[in-house]
């Protein structure tokens, strides 16, 4: 059975270069960055290196970058952190239907503290209208939080449009870009955020590690209290080899030439369905503002779930959940206004640096076999 990897908006495997830039920390630069002596000199240099190269690829100042444990816990400080600062001030958040449960977890969360969350809606593209946002805006409105791009759709959000929104209301304004980074320009002066997470493990880094980009004059109560680590916002001794992985990985992922042939893939790939099962098939998700690896596509009448059991070696994804042997939709399509007929039917495809033309044929030619009746 040959393996076809065709789900890196879940998790991508370690870039080369980046195992190769985290070697050498396995068997040197032990120290403790935050010591003075000379054991900590080297593990201090290579941190504040990791440091600079995250902020590079932000267009960031190397000190907005808080190193975390992963996009979750960037996540959580971002709108913990804003909220706990801000309380005195404003108790509402907005959020927009489609985040991810690292967004939706915490604004429960804040919820049972007193906090008052509202949902912006999106249209049957997966893309919000920024007016919706400012209609949402109450005097005390303190943070907004929109993704940057949909993990499983991947619709892109107008987040400048929404930043202008912010600035005229003197709101914070935070985005996961966990799912954008290293597929499109995460610029935050471009985007006018104030606040951005990385996920380490979807851009070619290990798991365990991500960051949170603070804009200066950001107030952030620390999530984890301690020591002053991170400039005093997120305590606990730094993982220099973490740290170094996940530096370069965004030193690799400023150079975006790759995704035009990823995309030209995924293009490929969906005309393809096109042509083979015309209005059977069903594409979730913006045409143009849409990552350029993603493909979620539905196959009207079938379920995603039972289609994906029969790609023999194809590792994908479906957004849907099954309990107790019922298949639930998934609450992004949900949002969305997408049909049950269709979304059930979906199944994301998310390709990355190490996608083929041989693997998306292959993948074409089996879903064709499984779902075209004999003659």
Known sequence: MRCIYLDYNASTPIDPAVAAAMRPLLEDHFGNPSSGHWAAAGAKATLEEARRQVAALLCAENDEIIFTSGGSEANNLALK??????????????????????????????QQLGFDVSVAPVD???RIDPDDVRKAIRPRTVLISIMHANNEVGTIQ???????????????????????VGKIVTDVNALGVDLLSIAGHKVYAPKGVGALYVRRGTPLEPLIHGAGHEGGRRAGTESALLAVGLGKACELARDLASMEGVRA??????????????????????LHHRLPNTLNVSFVGRLG????????GVAASTGSACHAGHVELSP?????????EVGLGAIRFSLGRGSTREEIDTVADQLASILTPAA
Do not use: Y
């Open 305 to 312: 779930a039972e289609v994906l059991a029969r790609l023999n």
């Open 158 to 180: 107008p987040i400048a449009e929404v930043s202008r929104i912010a600035r005229e209301h003197d709101i914070f304004l935070h985005t996961d870009a966990a799912q954008s």
């Open 81 to 110: 952190g804003v909220a706990w600062s801000l309380k005195s001030r404003g108790d509402h958040i907005i959020i927009s239907a489609v985040e991810h449960p690292a967004i939706v977890g915490p604004c429960r969360f804040l």
């Open 265 to 286: 893939l995924r293009d490929q790939f969906w005309r393809g369905l096109q042509a083979t099962f015309g209005d059977r098939v069903v594409l979730n998700g913006h």
């Open 332 to 340: 992004v399509l949900r949002a969305m206004g997408v049909a049950p």
């Open 124 to 126: 049957r593209l997966g």
